[in-house]
């Protein structure tokens, strides 16, 4: 079996995180999570997206949060931040706010598509065209994200010649990196194989990322399934926040923490420090008053308690 030496995390709780839930938090909040998740070592880091307010209430304030991270930090600590965009309004927003990175959403599911963004595929397609042209010609790298890959809400299951036909459109458009969104966190090991290999035929693996939430508890094993074909970038979110508004009883992503702790075991670098990865977790838990979704979290916060053995 041969894992990659490194998995580029790419940390989604301050969007894909906090964007289902219903206390609107303060700036400064979201601007502390990210610059702890940056102290922490993380170098991928999705900070928002420019969607339509009523749609994502929790994003209405994106641009303030960019405006007012520590730049110096951001940039000793060599991190990239992204932001979502479904049409060139949103790219508009992204380029005013300085970003680098964007990152386009499309899905597997007519239905999820409409209930989402309120189009069909293709006219999804036909929107992101122009706006990844434009961030193109201006420098700008731009993500795809793929939801539903595994199942949809309101479909069912999806069959994997259909994302890997969306992953060739949006690869063809321009997108350096295409996610694969296990939106309702349905997916287990096998399965998540099967999808990556029917991807993987049109292009490079590395071109992939995986976007698992934990709803049924499979995130991690199918995490370490995609690793053993060569997958090496993953995302996931602090404290497992996370859940999308159009994705009815699904849960949070998979916790970072437990990513972490899981690579770290495996001798797979990340350049993540866990402990300070897990007080990014705490922090954002303490904020939404809950505990924190990650397992890896609680237990390094029982050891803390109790000074028991470090693992
Ligand atoms: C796509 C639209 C905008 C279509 O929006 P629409 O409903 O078709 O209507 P519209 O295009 O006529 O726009 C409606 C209003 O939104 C405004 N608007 C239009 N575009 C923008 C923009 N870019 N930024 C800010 N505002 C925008 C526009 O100006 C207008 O304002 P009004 O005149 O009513 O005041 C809307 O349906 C929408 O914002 N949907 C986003 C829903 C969303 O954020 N979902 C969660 C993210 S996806 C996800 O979580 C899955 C993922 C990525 O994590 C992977 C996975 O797990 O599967």
């Known amino acids: 079996m041969t894992l990659p030496a490194r998995v580029r995390i790419v940390e989604v709780s301050p969007r894909d995180g906090l964007q289902n839930e219903s206390t609107i938090l303060p700036v400064e909040t979201k601007v502390a999570l990210i610059e702890l998740l940056a102290k922490a070592g993380v170098r991928d880091i999705e900070a928002g997206s420019f969607v ?8 209405a304030a994106t641009a303030e949060v960019l405006a007012k991270l520590d730049q110096k930090l951001l940039s000793r600590s060599s991190v990239r931040l992204s932001v979502l965009i479904p049409n060139l309004q949103g790219l508009d927003c992204a380029l005013a706010s300085g970003v680098k990175d964007v990152a386009v959403f499309a899905a597997a599911s007519e239905t999820f598509s409409q209930k989402n963004i309120n189009c069909s595929i293709a006219e999804s397609l036909a929107r992101f065209a122009p706006a990844v042209e434009k961030a193109l010609s201006a420098g700008i790298r731009v993500r795809g994200y793929i939801s539903c890959v595994l199942g949809c809400p309101y479909e069912g299951e999806i069959a994997p010649g259909e994302v890997a036909s969306l992953a060739r459109d949006l690869t063809a458009m321009g997108c350096h990196e295409i996610s694969l969104g296990d939106t309702i966190g349905a997916g287990t090991p096998l399965r998540a194989k099967r999808l990556i290999e029917a991807v993987a035929r049109d292009g490079p693996i590395d071109r992939l990322a995986v976007h698992f939430h934990d709803t049924y508890g499979q995130a991690l094993a199918n995490i370490f399934a ?16 996370g859940g999308c508004p159009y994705a009815p009883g699904a849960t949070g992503n998979v916790a970072t923490e437990d990513v972490v702790y899981m690579l770290d075991g495996m001798g797979v670098e990340t350049g993540i420090d866990l402990a300070a990865l897990a007080e990014a977790g705490e922090f954002i838990s303490g904020r939404l008053g809950r505990r924190s979704g990650s397992r890896a979290s609680r237990a390094i916060a029982a050891q803390r308690r109790t000074g028991s053995q470090k693992m």
């Open 52 to 59: 339509s307010a009523k749609r994502a209430p929790q994003m």
């Open 226 to 241: 995609c690793l053993e074909l060569g997958i090496s970038v993953v995302d996931a979110s602090v404290a497992g926040l």
